[in-house]
């Protein structure tokens, strides 16, 4: 395991990170150090591990304010780190996989990962992830802390803004932060259809179209949760939210 630390240059680009911690979980020493040398340039703390259980002691010792977390990992699998992390302690966390494998994404994200990144990738992107994922904690943050008048309903559909809780029926049903952020975009504008560089733009600050198969796993992971039938797709446009006819 190895600390990183940005120097106090007084850019406005090593100011960025605001001296938050990320640890990032990755066998590769190549991609560590590429990874580290770009968020050390970002402003961030950055300590590495290189397995599984080795992430799990930083985590629980170093308490980083993000995971970056390849899948692929010795001693146990980056899922099996995101299980044990996330049951410490709510953490966001970028998910690593070197297969554009569907599964894996949704298995990560069912696991308490916030988003994914296929490799090979730009560290621009990842950086950029990284900030948007820091942002959307900080918005919960004042959310949760700012009352808002009852309950949305739609339907046996509820969403609770302040307390960030989701239920089905009456019963409670677990999103991480991003899935319940994008059921709020979505719930917003009812039936409205949003296109997927909408969604990528207003839940994940990210403009780039090369961002749409993320916004397209959370919808299937949102979907398995809340109910196939309660987000339409409409083909080559988006997704819209479907509610109960008056």
Not at 44 to 68: C, H, K, N, R, Y
Not at 135 to 148: D, L, Y
């Amino acid at each position: 395991m190895e600390q990183t630390q940005t120097s106090h240059s007084g850019t406005a680009t090593a100011t960025q990170g605001a001296q938050r911690r990320v640890l990032v979980v990755e066998d590769d020493q190549t991609i560590v150090e590429a990874i580290a040398t770009r968020l050390r340039a970002e402003g961030f703390l950055v300590q590495t591990a290189g397995d599984g259980p080795s992430a799990v002691d930083t985590a629980e010792a170093w308490q980083p304010d993000l995971l970056i977390l390849d899948i692929m990992l010795p001693g146990f699998d980056g899922l099996e780190v995101c299980r044990r992390v996330q049951a410490q302690r709510p953490v966001p966390v970028l998910m690593l996989t070197a297969r554009d494998d569907e599964t894996d994404m949704l298995v990560g994200l069912g696991v308490g990962a916030d988003d994914y990144m296929t490799k090979p990738f730009s560290m621009r992107e990842l950086a950029a992830r990284v900030h948007v994922l820091l942002r959307r904690v900080e918005r919960a943050v004042v959310a949760a802390s700012t009352p808002r008048s009852g309950i949305l309903r739609l339907g046996e559909l509820e969403i609770d803004h302040a307390q960030r809780r989701v239920r089905v029926r009456s019963e409670d049903v677990h999103l991480t932060p991003t899935e319940f952020d994008l059921l709020v975009c979505l719930a917003n504008t009812p039936r409205a259809v949003l296109s997927r560089e909408q969604l990528l733009a207003e839940v994940w600050d990210w403009a780039d179209a090369s961002g749409t198969r993320t916004v397209d796993s959370h919808i299937k992971a949102l979907r398995r949760k809340i109910g196939a039938e309660r987000i339409r797709t409409v083909h080559g446009v988006g997704y819209a939210l479907e509610t109960p006819t008056p």
